[in-house]
């Protein structure tokens, strides 16, 4: 299960409070993925990075904010503007096309109340 | 841009039965198919893929296939065990370097 690692497992936030969620990957791979899973709705991308220093918004990205200021790091905050922020959250990373595969983090499982 | 739907949304095999998941695209420039199976809490995994070079690709008890015509491709599972119990996602290539995703299929192997 090395290689990429979310954390924490578990996050519990009041509400109109920002958290950050921690994704990283020791593959050397370029691409990162921040993605929602709602149960029903499968996996909705927030935002995505192919290189560092740049990232490009998914589909969700209302709410939300990234930075990628080292390779290996895809940081995601969720901002008291997204209006349902409970959900399980997973990283992902690939070397750095679409045509790769997608390796997934553990996931990070938020709650907001 | 991409829109992948996958059918039905829940499947119940009896053990040792095939099942078969299907998944349609609507971006004809899409060729990169991946399928990923998520187990209960934990995260997915690139269990096959296909590219659009090719129509057909196994590897032991799975098998895609690939019709790019009718914009579709399929998951099949033979001789199902209790371990294969678990959500499917198929996806697809969505330009810009992103997938596209499926909303999964919870396939349940009855013993």
């Known amino acids: 299960d090395g290689g990429i690692t979310q954390s924490p497992k578990y996050l519990f936030r009041k509400e109109g409070q920002n958290v950050t969620l921690s994704c990283e990957q020791n593959?050397?791979?370029?691409?990162m993925y921040w993605y929602r899973q709602d149960p029903g709705q499968g996996l909705r991308l927030i935002y995505y990075s192919q290189i560092v220093n740049d990232f490009q918004k998914g589909d969700i990205a209302e709410g939300y904010s990234v930075s990628r200021e080292k390779k290996e790091s895809f940081p995601l905050t969720v901002t008291s503007a997204q209006k349902n922020p409970t959900a399980f959250y997973l990283c992902?990373?690939?070397?750095?096309?679409?045509?790769?595969?997608?390796?997934f983090g553990p996931g990070t499982r938020l709650t907001v109340t | 841009g991409e829109n992948v739907e996958q059918h039905p949304s829940t499947l119940s095999v009896q053990e040792g039965d095939s099942a078969v998941i299907k998944c349609t695209y609507s971006?004809?420039?899409?060729?990169?198919f991946p399928w990923y199976k998520q187990e209960l809490g934990k995260r997915p995994q690139l269990i096959i893929d296909?590219?659009?070079?090719?129509g057909e690709k196994k590897d032991q008890r799975i098998a895609v296939t690939l019709n790019k015509t009718a914009k579709h491709f399929s998951l099949h599972i033979t001789e199902t065990q209790p371990e294969d119990s678990a959500v499917y996602f198929c996806?697809?290539?969505?330009?810009?370097?992103?997938?596209?995703f499926g909303k999964g299929n919870q396939v349940v192997v009855i013993p």
């Open positions: 992902a990373s690939s070397p750095g096309t679409s045509d790769d595969e997608q390796y």
């Open positions: 996806a697809a290539t969505n330009g810009n370097n992103r997938l596209a």
């Open positions: 296909i590219r659009s070079n090719v």
């Open positions: 971006d004809s420039a899409s060729n990169y």
């Open positions: 593959l050397n791979h370029d691409a």
